[in-house]
């Protein structure tokens, strides 16, 4: 967490570091301190002079291509899906299965430095054991902008910055609902009120700042997997406490956001990497080079 280079410290400290609820005890024992916490940070800014709208950059022959070769390599139509009649929501809860069904929850046994949809589901076929929640986030996310859905992976991080254990998950925009949905294809999850609508990030803190319950719902067919159980879903709901106080994502909607590197050791998108953060928090020690804001309107601009 010293280490003042930006995607060293993305690497380092953006690497979950759960292979299962084994020996992460803390979470749960820490819940009513996380919550506090949530409940007693700063409110974020009503800014409105800091423009962090999304810059669309998706390019249309890359989408082409990334959708051709899961055609011709894997069981997943994405052209088919496309073009059905299925809401963006459904369209999205599709892929996000097909991905988890295909590369379970792990920590990857090798490094990769440039990861996009076909390098990381390579990687998938040589180490079925899986990998962990930024891949997935990453895959996810540009199977779906291949499709024009657009989305972002959004890290999502704990109050104690020496907890490594952060989280990686997709904020799909729902046009039908003009609002963001958390979408988490590896912990199998997604959030919803209690009137079935699917939740963004900011709005479960804000449940759970208000004392508000949301349901946590397991993406179809995993019922049997550990995170539907009645100990997974507890478990769930202390890991959100702790993980959203604040949050850090690309503003662009672009392939190859960690692609590959520079001769200079940075990305093409590196400065687009923005933080949301309570006024109340310094967190520049460990994010040296990236955008911070408190401004939580414009950091989840459309």
Known sequence: MKNKTPFKVIIT???????SCASTDYVENDYEKNVALLKTSAPY???????LQK???VDQTRAGLIREYFKTNTSLDLDAIAASQKSTWEKALEVAVFVAKNIPHNNQKESLIERNAITLWEYSRRNKNGFNCRWHATILSELLLSIGIRNSF???LPYDKDDGDCHVVNIVWLPELNKWAMLDCDFTEYATSSDGTPLSLQEMREYIQSDKDFTVNILPGFEASWVAKPSGLKYLQAYWAKNLYWFALYTVYAFDLEGALNPDGTRTYSSTYTCLVPPDYDCSDVNSGFVITSA???FWAY
């Open 13 to 19: 400290a953006f690497v979950i570091l759960l292979a």
């Open 45 to 51: 800014t009503t800014d409105t002079t800091q423009n």
């Open 55 to 57: 810059e669309y950059l």
């Open 154 to 156: 959004v890290t999502c």
């Open 296 to 298: 939580a309107t414009a």
